[in-house]
């Protein structure tokens, strides 16, 4: 069975750093792209950034360009999303995902969710 934890998220002041960390078990970690959501209230789940299954290429949602970036170890079987210059429109929850073919931006396409965790970015 695969899962999927998060950790790392929390309140934070605009303008301040976060890194949020996704640990996947119950399969190969290597065979998923993987990639970060984010939810916040009363709105769909949107596409953050995104890593392919060897961490060679990356995407990112045009919002977080030049601020976020994700990466992965695959030897620890964990994803990274290093979120940096936080904004108060970054409060969300952040979902990591994973998928056994390829990035997209599309929710749905992905097999395999975390618990979610929280965000807050205060003035």
């Known amino acids: 069975q695969v899962q999927l934890v998060e950790s790392g998220g929390g309140l934070v002041q605009a303008g301040g750093s976060v890194r949020l960390a996704c640990e996947v078990s119950?399969?190969?970690?290597?065979?998923?792209?993987m990639a970060w959501f984010c939810q916040a209230p009363g709105k769909g789940r949107e596409f953050v950034a995104g890593?392919?299954?060897?961490?060679?290429?990356?995407y990112y949602a045009d919002s977080v360009k030049g601020r976020f970036t994700i990466s992965r170890d695959n030897a620890k079987n964990t994803v990274f999303l290093q979120m940096n210059s936080l904004r108060p429109e970054d409060t969300a929850v952040y979902y990591c995902?994973?998928?056994?073919?390829?990035?997209?931006?599309?929710?749905?396409?992905?097999?395999?969710w975390g618990q979610g965790t929280q965000v807050t970015v205060s003035l």
């Open positions: 119950g399969s190969p970690f290597s065979n998923f792209a």
């Open positions: 890593v392919s299954w060897s961490g060679g290429r990356t």
């Open positions: 995902a994973a998928e056994l073919t390829r990035i997209t931006g599309l929710p749905e396409k992905y097999e395999y």
